[in-house]
């Protein structure tokens, strides 16, 4: 096992005793390498495979605790090792792309990534990305043992927040993690309009204006699955979710 150093450069810390796994799967190894090199030095252990194949092999034999997947592969692209990941055992996914393609970033959430980033990236905002998915990770079991009084209903949105579950009407909606927290977050002051920035700092803990893209293409991911009429665009300023008139 290779040897790693807690990070101390703000971006998080590992806890000592308890590294978590980074699965990187990437065929162009410089990337590979630095990322590598990076998530290391931040405390984490790394794995890396080349091809898809190889990802889901690795990832059924090492379980990472998340799986960072450029889409672009040999053997089978990452959308399928998405998938096949994701059936084998729920992961988080940082979806990597080289084409600033919204439609490639919808497909990725569509098949259980929970945020993507576009290349070329930065080093220190991929450290950022990976504890923040990590540290919801860590939240969301947390919420799930904590009981909580009620379920949330708007109309015929329900929300259940220990169960970490939506309906709409009769019809569970499958959200991934940070849909859930996304909506949650619009939830907890319906009709109210909450800005990209404020909604990237709250679900995502990251406080970069130039990832609010990544708030726009969740935001259309989930109203695919609980309909577009429930949330409400206010052009330049951000988003409000709708609520029946009493």
Request: hydrophobic share 40%; with cysteine.
């Amino acid at each position: 096992m290779e040897q790693t150093q807690t990070s101390h450069n703000g971006t998080g810390t590992a806890t000592q005793g308890a590294q978590r796994r980074v699965l990187v799967v990437e065929d162009d190894q410089t990337i590979v390498d630095a990322i590598a090199t990076r998530l290391r030095a931040e405390g984490f252990l790394v794995q890396t495979a080349g091809d898809g194949p190889a990802a889901v092999d690795t990832a059924e034999a090492w379980q990472p605790d998340l799986l960072i997947l450029d889409i672009m592969l040999p053997g089978f692209d990452g959308l399928e090792v998405c998938r096949r990941v994701q059936a084998q055992r729920p992961v988080p996914v940082l979806m990597l792309t080289a084409r600033d393609d919204e439609t490639d970033m919808l497909v990725g959430l569509g098949v259980g990534a929970d945020d993507y980033m576009t290349k070329p990236f930065s080093m220190r905002e991929l450290a950022a990305r990976v504890h923040v998915l990590l540290r919801r990770v860590e939240r969301a079991v947390v919420a799930a043992s904590t009981p909580r009084s009620g379920i949330l209903r708007l109309g015929e949105l329900e929300i259940d927040h220990a169960q970490r579950r939506v309906r709409v009407g009769s019809e569970d909606v499958h959200l991934t993690p940070t849909e859930f927290d996304l909506l949650v977050c619009l939830a907890n002051t319906p009709r109210a309009v909450l800005s990209r920035e404020q909604l990237l700092a709250e679900v995502w803990d990251w406080a970069d204006a130039s990832g609010t893209r990544t708030v726009d293409s969740h935001i259309k991911a989930l109203r695919r699955k609980i309909g577009a009429e429930r949330i409400r665009t206010v052009h330049g300023v951000g988003y409000a979710l709708e609520t029946p008139t009493p």
